[in-house]
């Protein structure tokens, strides 16, 4: 069942947005302000979709949607009373999906929902990804997320690891590493090598675990 985070300060906006919401068969669960909002993703992110006011006491849902993303990149729905040009591009330069004004058709709400969690499903099909626990390796956008949040690496050790992971639970000497990943005309030190996987280790964090250290051979990815 697909999951829907409804985010407003005004418990009949909710009530309404609940009613339709169970009526498409989408699981509801209700937060009264941004700061509320960000506690229940900490708690639980695994929502397809986020409803979310933007004007909201503790909080507004601007500020709240881009705490939000640093969590992890959930698809938003901001409602607002406002619908200037001005406020729509603060809204998607914050990390909004779509826009829409009140007071609104909970209908045609209801359809930009299914529309965003249609993106997001078609998304996931046609990328290729790896995933393991809170590790998501996306090879089509050439990404790596830890828990949600994205993690910054070298264009080599994005290679590394792509070719690492393509390859899981393999035996992979070192001499086809550096072949495959740096090239048949690579002439520099094999520590090259040594230096990138401890580099690819700090940046999986305690996922590091997964790159095998084989003394004599050389690395597996076992997962």
Same mark, same amino acid.
């Given at each position: ?9 005004? =418990? @009949?906006?909710?009530? %309404? ?19 509320? +909002? %960000?506690?229940? !993703? @900490?708690?639980?992110? &695994? ?9 909201? #006491? ?15 990149d959930i698809p938003v729905i901001m409602l607002s009373?406002?619908?200037?040009? /001005? &406020? ?5 330069? +914050? ?7 009140? #007071?609104?058709? #909970? ?15 078609? =998304?996931?099909?046609?990328? =290729? ?25 070298? #264009? ?13 639970? %393999? +035996? ?11 090239? /048949? ?21 305690? /996922?590091? @675990? ?6 004599? !051979?050389?690395?597996?990815?076992? +997962?």
């Amino acid at each position: 069942m697909k999951k829907i985070l409804v985010v407003d300060d005004e =418990e @009949k906006i909710r009530s %309404i947005i609940r009613k339709y919401g169970e009526f498409e068969g989408y699981e509801i669960t209700e937060a009264c302000d941004g700061m509320d +909002a %960000i506690e229940k !993703v @900490k708690e639980n992110s &695994d929502y397809d979709v986020i409803i979310m006011d933007v004007m909201m #006491p503790e909080l507004d849902g601007f500020s709240a949607c881009s705490e939000i993303k640093k969590i992890k990149d959930i698809p938003v729905i901001m409602l607002s009373a406002r619908g200037e040009e /001005y &406020d729509r591009i603060h809204g998607f330069e +914050a990390g909004v999906d779509d826009y829409v004004v009140k #007071p609104f058709s #909970p209908k045609e709400l209801m359809m930009r929902v299914n529309v965003v969690t249609s993106r997001s499903r078609a =998304e996931e099909t046609t990328a =290729e990804i790896f995933r393991h626990e809170g590790l998501e390796i996306n090879f089509t956008a050439r990404t790596v997320s830890i828990d949600g949040k994205r993690v910054d690496m070298s #264009p080599k050790e994005y290679e590394l690891l792509f070719y690492l992971v393509r390859n899981k639970n %393999i +035996a992979l000497e070192r001499e086809r590493l550096i072949t495959e990943v740096w090239g /048949y005309d690579y002439y520099g030190d094999d520590r090259t090598l040594d230096t990138h996987i401890k580099l690819l280790r700090n940046s999986l964090g305690e /996922y590091r @675990k997964l790159l095998i250290t084989l003394r004599g !051979v050389g690395y597996r990815f076992e +997962a």
